[in-house]
Every structure is written in C-alpha cells, then in structure tokens.
C-alpha cells in the first residue's frame, strides 16, 4: 500500500496568515493526488483534484502543487471558515489511501 | 444538484452483517456513468477507503476489507449498498457513501452526511 504522510498534523494560525500544509507519498504517484477539507461532524470536501486542479466552488486562495512524491495544499489567505482538518488522498493505485489529517487552527 | 444519503441500522452485533444504503437523487442511475462508493471514519480518526462500483456494475475493494465487503447497486430505486461481513469492534466507524468524479485522478466529490455505526460486542 502507499503510506500518504502529512506534515504537519496540527498547526496554529491566525486570519489572513499564509498556510502550507505539505504531504509526502511512499512512493511515486504521478499527480494522482486528491485533498479535502473537513469541518468537525461534517463530511470531507473536496478541494483539489490532480494536485493541483480546483474543484468547482471552491475560493481561490486554496490552490495544490506537487508531483511525484510530494505534494503541497497552500492558503493565500486564511479566513475563518477555513479552521478545519485537511486530508490528502493518493489514487494511483489501490487500495485509495488518506493521509493522517492536518488540523488548523486558530491562534 | 446531486445529493446522497446514508440510511441503515446504527448498531450492529459483533459477528453479524453490516448493511448501509445510499440513496442518490438529482441523477438517474440507468443513465449516469459515473462511479459510486464507500469511505469510513472511525470515531476521532482518519479516512478510510472501502470500495466502489463503476456503472457498468465493476467492484474494487480495499483489499483489507474484501473477503468481508460487497458494494451493488439497485438502478431502479437510484440507490447502491455496502454489505460488510462479520463486524467486530474495529469497524465502529462514521460510513460515508460519495460519488466518484470522473476524472483521472477519480476523486470524491459528492459526500453523503455519514452515518455512524457501532459494533456492540
């Protein structure tokens, strides 16, 4: 199986700060990696496809880069209803796996 | 817009089946190709994916789970099923159903609210 690993898994930031959250596969996945974001007692949504391709609806201060094995979700411009655990998830060959989550949180 | 919805019992006993419905509405099964699964979370933990069934009726499993899982679909009431077999305590999980966006990178992009299911011993 590849192992997703998210770095790191919890941060502390405040509005309008720049936020990276950074994930790193086991091995090499192309650009087949997903992210979400998930709000407490809520299901995940996704944000960004194929790395870097924004789903529709989503606000543009969320984009993805990365190829290979490493892979960024960026925040231009935290905003208060960004305060969520974020997932990664490779689908370049199954099983489907998730990354352990980054929790963001206000300072 | 497209909306799913888990449906099932919330608490099933250890060594008994596991038996979830998602109900789709806002597309029609016998017309759509799309691809349709099942992703758990158990409580205070991270994302796990189970399986999906293509439209043509196509199943892939996570491995771990599938000697124990069947995902099947009912076009006729636009609804699909996840069967999990022989539960104990570690499947006590929240069972979400998605809709696989057709793209290369088949990720989800319509989640059911989820359901939680608790595994009695």
Not at chain 1, 58 to 67: D, H, N
Not at chain 2, 44 to 69: A, D, F, H, Q
């Amino acid at each position: 199986d590849i192992q997703m690993t998210q770095f790191p898994s919890f941060l502390s930031a405040s509005v309008g700060d720049r936020v990276t959250i950074s994930c790193r596969a086991s091995q090499t996945i192309s650009s087949y990696l997903n992210w979400y974001q998930q709000k407490a007692g809520e299901a995940p949504k996704l944000l960004i496809y194929a790395a870097s391709s924004l789903q529709s609806g989503v606000p543009s201060r969320f984009s993805g880069s990365g190829s290979g094995t490493d892979f960024t979700l960026t925040i231009s411009s935290l905003q208060p209803e960004d305060f969520a655990t974020y997932y990664c998830q490779q689908s370049s060959s199954s099983p489907l796996t998730f990354g352990g989550g980054t929790k963001v949180e206000i300072k | 817009q497209l909306h799913l919805q888990e449906s099932g019992p919330r608490l099933v006993k250890s060594s008994e089946t596991l038996s979830l419905t998602c109900t789709v509405s806002g597309v029609s099964f016998s017309s759509s190709s799309d691809y349709w699964g099942w992703i758990r979370q158990p409580p205070g933990k991270g994302l796990e994916w189970i399986g999906y069934m293509s439209y043509s009726g196509r199943t892939y499993y996570n491995p771990s789970l599938r000697s124990r899982v069947t995902i099947s679909v009912d076009t006729s009431k636009n609804q699909f099923s996840l069967k999990l077999s022989s539960v104990n305590a570690a499947d006590t999980a929240v069972y979400y159903c998605a809709r696989v966006l057709s793209t290369v990178t088949t990720p989800f992009d319509y989640w059911g609210q989820g359901t939680l299911v608790a595994v009695s011993t």
